[in-house]
């Protein structure tokens, strides 16, 4: 087998396509020669490279654990005995649902140590993980568990053997990794500090640890030429004193790594308990780390009382007792139990009864925090398996034993896998001894309908019981830890994964150090270059003022100690050297001397702080940030009304809080920003919005909400809304119902879930289903195979972040049936039915019979052999990498076949048991089961209404449209027949109806071949005319049988075996015939049935009953309607001609008066003479008959009267007029101004009357000279 190298990006690789025939087709014909058919012609060339086979035919025949359709995808086995070399998941990205194994193993190097490198590495966080085991199983001690991005690694499997097995989902595909390995090496070759005897590292003086990784010295060196001659601090000098310092602590001894376990410190002692681990990892618990001594040693507790191991729990101490609260149990049991544990005693009480109650506490809860304030036990959030993220506060008395809820009335969302502090605060948060604060810092919570990591920090007051909110860190993290250290809360580590962001880059082991000055409300990051703190799951206590970091995840369970040793104040000379040491401590420059700050002590003040009348405890200056200004006039605002008076700042009623515009109330909702929505009464605290309830059962914790569907999925809504809702859904069925002409069923939906706090009307939650099948049913539920434990989708990656779920299976998954999809998945070994199936779980292995037939059984095992193997065993039985030559199933024998290359493959022979494919794995027609491995065929069972069925289940397919059932059984709605008798099912066709039958090449009718109708014609002496059409694919028959009273032995037979098409045909049986009789009497029935026509295909039906046409009632009524037609038309002429002369007469009238309220006047005129002239002088100009003014009074129309001309004669000639009027527009002159004044209106309208009554006699005096 060949593997080419890759990077951190994809590479080319590199072949010789003449060579690879040669090397790869003898392997594959000895090794796997079953694989591909090599009777297949060589000499098409492939159009693209295969990768990890040879092509064929022009398409690549992959080798054995090679897929696609380049070989460039893993799956299956792989076995590799080279002395050294390297595996990958592929040339390009992996694809989706890989599983793949590779078996390292050499018999030569028997013995010798295996080193595995990480030379890239990159799938997705939480998700996809490659694990490595030691040994040739996955028995052996798990070794690792490697996702996200890693840097390079090495691992060690000491065993000379390891098994390494790669599964991903069906979501991202990124790079994916490549592994090198080697025999007989020392890990990281000694870092180059050490000699490598025996796979193990002698280290040179100056170093230790197990790959010489550690650099050590003693307190003499310091200060001298070496590692700590700039001032550096023990015990590897790397830093002077003015910056921080990260040491792993050498151990004594070791113990296993952990993650997800608590840590408390006791006197100079770490005491750990609890924790997840690793498979085939030797355990012990309760362990303790001495700070003097180094060492780890083992409390010895009697097995009767110890409690079981568990993770994401807690422990306090309270005097001389540890009390340990929730947890998951055996990998997915969460827990409300709590245990004290008597440190003197070293015994375990458990402490009351398990509460199973969701309304009062102890609640379940796996992932939260607790702290110990006076004599009370405070429990932050947590996830509870039912209810999911809890944001109750819970309190138990150690006095009284008693448990009660916190009284706060803030809403917050709950989170999951944060972390908490605990620090004495004043009235206005700064460090005082007036009262205890918590805060709380990331992890994962339900927002915006989903999983989100967050980056948010709050403080919970614990006398007022209220909630602040805080600046957050602008880095989202969960299984992380913080822990309080000179004034400042140090984050150390964690997963920021989120797969709902969108960002790129995410840490999934984040390396970030960052820490929170409580007194200035403000975070940095501490630099730190060592990359090995990349890791979450890990546990942090703080003790003389260093920091302890314990075990965690980052691939691998660690074990080991981190130490943080913060700068010291008293390197720093000067004020400003002083002010600028942040790596993990707070400085203040007092008396001359930068010393470290003490939140509880009072320094002197200077003149000008004295002047500014700051308190002596605020001579700690803070870095003058805008962030900080704006949180700092926002934060000294304490009503609604002054917060929405200053820029910028925003009023969360939740918690009443004033904080910049740009942040978030603890409750999530939008802050106030105007003057109008502030309450000028102190209202009383709304109850918890529905909304932020993500699922049935905390919805129904909620008094005034329900769980109810809108608009296809269920919601939490307050039940004002419920009844609106209800309502507005009875109104528009009523609306469809009424508005339709047809009668029409409503939708069947479930029955609502009745208000109030009864949680039994809820679906079970994911964590009670118990087996595979009832876990895929539910829609947001998945199962894993490997824990036997049924989660909600949405906490997946929160329950198994450290790779305890080798694969998954959703209802989705596959395509394929439930218990299909659970068989394959299963790590049942039993369950899996075939070699092949078989070997895609890692546990399992194949022990054939060795009959030859390819029976055999699936069992745990390894490459070396089963786990338990019987008396008989022999090794040539056992498959745990390939598979037998061939896999009949027991229903045939293999048989030889020699091919052109020289290779045998054998095949099946003729299946026996009505059984039929390659390896006799199917069920012949008519037959149904499970043949596989022995098993055998049942008979399809189909009252005769199928000639086949599902050679799995066992449905029938049912021939006839109509007959539904897995045993054709019954009859579809409006179908009518007794298909258990053998009977078809008949439809009804309504007389005078057309009806269309689609039947489609679908699951519902692919399978039907008939379709059987009947007809009653009621109608008494007429005839009855059958049409129908066949339009598809193919032709169809039609036969058609009427039964009658007539003759009441067997059914006539009209038609039989009548081809017909898309163009039909049509039948007329005449009442007339004595042969026929059509009423409610004759009781005469059409049977029709239409047969051998394949799907898709549209059959067009109909029965008619017309009575004959009376062409003599048919003319009669014809002429009536067509003389009634005339006398109407002739009316509505008649009407038009005496509206149109009302018309005219009214416009005609409309006119004359019009014309008659015009001015007028009569005037004389005095001819003369043309030729002659006055004998004073020259005769005058014209003078105008009338002027017109315009409306401005400047200007006129002039009227006058003009002689026409005459030709020289004395007059003009006979029949023309001598005189004409004529106007012209002229200017007025004041003379004419004088004259021309505008009458008055009444004036104006009396002459118009006058006018027009001497105009209407004149004009009927003419028309009576007229007549």
């Known amino acids: 087998m060949f593997f080419a190298s890759r990077g951190r990006y994809p590479l080319l690789f590199q072949w010789t396509s003449s060579i690879i025939p040669l090397l790869f087709i003898p392997l594959l014909v000895l090794a796997n020669h079953a694989s591909f058919d090599l009777e297949k012609s060589l000499s098409t060339s492939c159009d693209r490279h295969c990768y990890n086979g040879v092509c064929l035919n022009g398409s690549c025949a992959c080798s054995k654990g090679w897929v696609g359709s380049q070989c460039d995808h893993c799956y299956g086995r792989i076995k590799l005995t080279e002395n050294q070399s390297h595996l990958i998941d592929g040339p390009l990205d992996y694809s989706s649902s890989s599983k793949c194994t590779w078996v390292i193993e050499n018999e030569k190097k028997s013995g010798a140590p295996l080193n595995l490198k990480l030379e890239s590495f990159q799938t997705e966080c939480g998700w996809d993980f490659v694990y490595i085991y030691d040994g040739d199983g996955v028995y052996g001690e798990q070794l690792a568990a490697f996702c996200g991005e890693q840097e390079m690694q090495e691992v060690s499997a000491p065993s000379g053997k390891a098994l390494i097995y790669f599964f991903s989902d069906l979501a991202m595909n990124l790079n994916g990794f490549n592994i090198s390995y080697e025999f007989n090496k020392c890990p990281y070759n000694c870092n180059s500090h050490g000699v490598c005897q025996d796979s193990k590292c002698n280290c040179t003086r100056g170093f230790t640890g197990a790959y010489c990784e550690m650099r050590v010295c003693t307190e003499e060196d310091e200060g001298k030429p070496g590692p700590c001659l700039h001032g550096g601090v023990c015990d590897t000098c790397q830093s ?254 964690g997963n920021g994964y989120n797969i709902s962001e969108s960002r790129t880059k995410q840490e999934c082991f984040s390396g970030m150090i960052q820490a929170y000055d409580i007194a200035c409300k403000q975070w940095f990051n501490i630099s730190t270059g060592v990359s090995q703190l990349r890791r979450y799951g890990h546990t942090a206590v703080a003790t003389n003022n260093e920091l302890y970091i314990i075990g965690g995840f980052n691939g691998r369970m660690l074990n080991d100690v981190w130490r943080f040793t913060p700068a010291e104040c008293s390197s720093a000379t000067r004020p400003e050297e002083c002010r600028s040491l942040t790596d993990g401590v707070k400085c203040v420059f007092a008396d001359r001397t930068c010393v470290k700050f003490d939140p509880f002590v009072s320094y002197k003040q200077s003149f000008l702080s004295f002047v500014k009348n700051e308190s002596p405890k605020s001579v700690s200056e803070c870095r003058n940030t805008a962030v900080r200004q704006a949180l700092q006039v926002c934060d000294e605002q304490n009503d609604c009304m002054s917060c929405i008076s200053e820029p910028g700042c925003g009023w969360c009623p939740s918690g009443d809080q004033c904080l910049p515009n740009d942040g978030e109330c603890v409750d999530g909702q939008v802050m106030l920003t105007t003057w109008e929505k502030c309450s000028l009464t102190r209202d009383p605290p709304p109850p918890r919005p529905c909304g932020m309830a993500n699922d049935c059962r905390s919805c129904k914790l909620l008094a005034h909400c329900n769980w109810y569907t809108v608009e296809g999925k269920p919601t939490c809504i307050p039940l004002e809304d419920e009844i609106l809702l209800r309502k507005e859904q009875l109104d528009r069925e009523l609306d469809r119902v009424a508005s339709s002409s047809l009668p029409l069923r409503l939708p069947t939906t479930p029955p609502p879930i009745p208000p109030g706090q009864n949680l039994s009307y809820c679906p079970l939650p994911c964590s009670s289903l118990y ?228 039947l489609k090449n679908e699951d519902k009718d692919k399978h039907a071949t008939e379709i059987y109708l009947f007809s009653i014609p009621h109608k008494k002496d007429t005839d009855v005319t059958f049409q129908i059409s066949c339009d598809g694919g193919s032709q169809a028959n039609v036969a058609l049988n009427i039964t009658s009273s007539l003759f009441e032995s067997t059914p006539r037979k009209m038609m039989h075996n009548t081809t017909c098409d898309s163009k039909g045909f049509r039948r007329v049986y005449v009442a007339s015939d004595p042969d026929y009789a059509y009423g409610t009497d004759a009781n005469t029935t059409f049977f029709v049935r239409v047969f051998n026509f394949t799907t898709p295909i549209t059959i067009q039906v109909s029965f008619a009953q017309s009575p004959p046409i009376n062409w003599v009632l048919f003319f009669v009524i014809f002429a009536a309607c067509f003389i009634v037609l005339l006398v109407v038309a002739g009316l509505l002429w008649m009407i038009k001609l005496r509206i149109e002369v009302y018309r005219r007469n009214q416009r005609r009238i409309d ?54 001309p005459t030709g020289g004669r004395a007059t003009t000639p006979n029949g023309t007029s001598g005189l004409a009027v004529a106007s012209a527009l002229c200017q007025l002159t004041p003379a004419q101004l004088g004259v021309l004044q505008a009458p008055d209106n009444s004036e104006n309208r009396n002459n118009r009357k006058t006018t027009l009554r001497r105009y209407i006699p004149f004009l009927r005096t003419r028309e009576n000279d007229a007549g």
Not at 254 to 259: L, Q, S, T
Not at 336 to 359: A, C
Not at 943 to 965: E, P, S, W
Not at 1172 to 1186: D, E, K, M, N
């Open 771 to 998: 087996t595979c099948t009832q876990c895929l049913q539910e829609q947001k539920c998945m199962w894993c195979p490997s824990t036997n434990r049924c989660i909600n989708m949405e906490a997946y990656a929160l329950s198994f972040a450290y790779g305890q779920c080798h694969s998954w299976v959703a209802g989705h998954a596959h395509g394929l049936a439930f218990s299909k999809s659970c068989r394959i998945e299963s790590s049942n070994c039993s369950a899996h039915k075939t070699c092949a199936e078989c070997q895609l779980s890692p546990e399992c292995g194949w022990l054939d019979d060795g009959s030859h037939t390819g029976l055999g059984n699936c069992t745990q095992g390894s490459a070396q052999g089963p786990l338990n193997p019987g008396p008989n065993f022999r090794s040539e039985q056992w498959y745990f990498i390939d598979c037998p030559a061939c896999q009949c199933n027991g229903h045939s024998m293999c048989n030889g076949t020699r091919h052109t290359l020289g290779g045998i493959q054998e095949v099946c022979g003729e299946c026996q048991d009505n059984t039929m494919g390659k390896h006799c794995e199917l069920c012949a027609p008519g037959y149904f089961g499970d043949p596989r491995n022995g098993d055998h065929c049942k008979a399809c069972q189909c009252n005769g209404q199928a000639d086949t069925c599902d050679n799995a289940t066992g449905a029938c397919h049912c021939r006839t449209k109509g007959v539904i059932g897995n045993e054709c059984d019954r009859c579809e709605q409006k179908y009518y027949g007794q298909p258990r008798n053998g009977t078809p099912c008949y439809y009804e066709l309504s007389v005078d109806f057309i009806f269309t039958f689609k």
């Open 240 to 493: 002077p004193k003015a910056r921080s310092v990260w040491d792993r602590v050498p151990t004594n001894n070791e113990v296993a790594g952990r993650a997800s376990h608590t840590s408390v410190i006791i006197d100079d002692a770490i005491w750990n308990i609890g924790g997840e681990r690793f498979s085939g990892v030797h355990f012990e618990d309760p362990t303790v780390y001495n700070l003097t001594s180094r060492s780890w040693s083992t409390i010895a507790v009697e097995a009767h009382t110890k409690p079981a191991v568990r993770f994401d729990h807690t422990l306090v101490r309270y005097k001389m007792k540890l009390f340990m609260f929730g947890g998951v149990i055996d990998r997915k049991n969460i827990t409300s139990e709590l245990w004290s544990f008597d440190i003197h005693t070293k015994e375990w009480n458990k402490e009351g009864v398990d509460n199973k109650d969701l309304m009062v506490p102890p609640l379940s809860v796996a992932g939260h925090t607790a702290h110990v304030i006076g004599s009370e036990m405070y429990i932050f959030f947590g996830y509870n398996p039912e209810i999911g993220f809890v944001h109750n506060v819970q309190v138990y008395n150690f006095e009284t034993g008693r448990w009660r809820f916190g009284n706060t009335k803030d809403q917050v969302y709950g989170r999951f896998r944060h972390s908490s502090v605990h620090y004495k605060m004043d009235s206005v948060g700064f460090f005082s001894s007036e009262g205890d604060a918590i805060l709380v810092y990331g992890g994962t919570m339900w927002s915006n309908a989903q999983n989100n990591l967050t980056d948010s920090l709050m403080r919970y007051d614990i006398k007022h019981e209220k909630w602040t909110n805080l600046p957050p860190s602008g880095v989202q993290l969960f299984l992380h830890t913080a822990t309080i250290l000179n004034g400042l809360m140090i984050v150390v580590g």
């Open 1151 to 1204: 006119e004359i008066e019009h014309m008659a309220s015009r001015p007028f006047s009569s005037i004389k005129l005095e001819l003369t003479n043309v030729h002659c002239f006055s004998a004073t002088g020259p005769v005058q100009g014209p003078t105008p008959l009338s002027v017109e003014p315009c409306s401005n009074y400047k200007s006129g129309v002039f009227t006058l009267a003009v002689r026409l």
